[in-house]
């Protein structure tokens, strides 16, 4: 009896596809130092639509940071460093930096 062939499995959703892992992503932005919120609003006003899923991926490593962390790299006061150092959340970063 001959193999079944596999069946795929359906992907999962693209950051555009869902609009509830769009409002996730833009919940778990929110900061408890108002520059950091200040600068995510700005960030997500302008380029939401443009988040691809490894853009998210790396915004999501830069979320995972302490408030206080993160706004040094906002502001150009430290650059990231270890596995934070990767082409992905560099782009981000240059992003958020942008608005």
């Known amino acids: 009896m001959p193999a079944e062939p596999l069946k795929e ?3 999962a959703a693209s950051h555009q596809d869902d609009p509830a892992r769009r409002a996730r992503l833009r919940w778990r932005a929110r900061r408890g130092l108002l520059e950091n919120d200040l600068i995510m609003e700005r960030f997500f ?4 639509n443009e988040l691809s899923d490894a853009d998210v ?8 940071l302490g408030d206080n962390d ?4 906002l502001l150009a006061r430290s650059e990231p460093q270890g596995p934070l150092a990767t082409p992905a959340v560099q782009r981000v970063l240059d992003l958020l930096r942008s608005v």
């Open 9 to 11: 499995s359906p992907q």
């Open 45 to 48: 006003a302008r380029y939401e």
């Open 57 to 64: 991926g790396a915004m999501t490593e830069l979320l995972d």
């Open 70 to 73: 993160l706004m040094d790299l």
